[in-house]
């Protein structure tokens, strides 16, 4: 019997193939040993076939800020345009928003929760953010009324929205009906809306029934002013589930750990610079990687490219 002698060349396979083979590495074998093994894998990393969906929630929530914006910058960047879903923790300023939304272009999905961005940048740039479907803004507790007008007048395509705060963020403010009711007024396309420990009343939520027709989720835990006849809304709107206000929860204290924002010992190995020019040695990654293993928590999800080579960032030849 013939011995079977022929082999694949791996290196020949299509770029967005090989993003999803890369899929199953972790982020620092993407960005440092993919790169080197050969060109044609060094392109398909370049490009945007490995950055259609991004997910660096986790990370983000432990990580200093300025490497959070130069990680951010990086990532987008070689999407080239392509970026359909954007899961990140803990924006510290307006300018990296305003960078997200600039290339926005295909985005459905964006999670930004715990960042500290305006209300007036959120209503300066609403319009790039026009292809959205899903959008979390929880704990977000610098923007109000006028960031969700200015969303729902142009994210016509809105189906879910999670506007949450942490029971502490809300206990300051005497009413959030201005917000409530701005969802009602330019949201009806609304299918899940999660607005747990608000301080709105009964008429705002009543509100959001009429304007939000399609609403199939409502969470109004800890909403406590708000009194709802359960039978009246089972009749009225059968296909609509409420979640609250009365429930007994509890919050996830995880998601509020104190050390999250201890960067002096949990970081050491994001002395990476992220420069988007070349780079020179991948020996400076050396050490960079072994603090708890936090790297591995990052999850990025690989799709099919445009077939353009982004080219933002020059790797060395392969050894």
């Not at 090989?18 to 960005?31: A, D, K």
């Not at 929530?61 to 803990?90: A, F, W």
């Not at 050390?259 to 990476?272: F, H, I, K, Q, R």
Request: with cysteine.
């Amino acid at each position: 019997m013939e011995e079977q002698s022929d082999f694949r060349n791996w290196g020949e396979l299509i770029p967005d193939a090989l993003g999803m083979i890369f899929s199953n590495l972790t982020l620092q074998e993407v960005l440092t040993v993919i790169p080197s093994v050969c060109k044609s894998w060094r392109k398909a990393i370049k490009g945007p076939y490995c950055w259609q969906e991004i997910d660096i929630e986790e990370w983000s929530n432990r990580c200093q800020p300025d490497h959070l914006d130069r990680m951010l910058r990086m990532l987008i960047t070689r999407s080239t345009g392509s970026l359909r879903k954007l899961c990140v923790s803990g924006l510290h300023n307006d300018s990296v928003f305003s960078f997200i939304t600039e290339n926005a272009g295909a985005l459905q999905a964006l999670r930004l929760r715990r960042s500290e961005m305006s209300n007036s940048i959120v209503e300066r740039t609403a319009g790039r953010l026009s292809t959205i479907t899903v959008l979390d803004l929880s704990y977000c507790g610098k923007i109000g009324a006028g960031a969700l007008e200015a969303i729902g007048k142009h994210c016509k395509l809105l189906v879910t929205l999670c506007r949450n705060m942490h029971p502490l963020d809300a206990a300051g403010k005497l009413s959030q009906d201005d917000e409530a009711n701005a969802i009602a007024a330019s949201m009806p396309r609304l299918k899940r809306l999660e607005m747990a420990y608000h301080h709105i009343s009964t008429g705002s939520v009543m509100n959001i029934f009429s304007g939000c027709p399609q609403l199939e989720f409502l969470d109004l835990r800890g909403c406590w002013d708000v009194k709802l006849d359960n039978q009246f809304v089972k009749e009225k709107f059968p296909k609509l589930k409420v979640l609250g206000p009365f429930v007994m929860d509890y919050y996830e204290m995880d998601e509020w750990d104190d050390d999250s924002s201890d960067y002096s010992d949990n970081s050491e190995y994001l002395g990476w610079e992220f420069e988007m020019d070349d780079y020179d040695d991948y020996d400076i990654y050396d050490g960079m990687w072994h603090d708890e293993g936090r790297f591995e928590e990052l999850e990025l999800r690989f799709y099919e490219g445009n077939g353009e080579e982004a080219g933002m960032l020059g790797w060395p030849p392969s050894p």
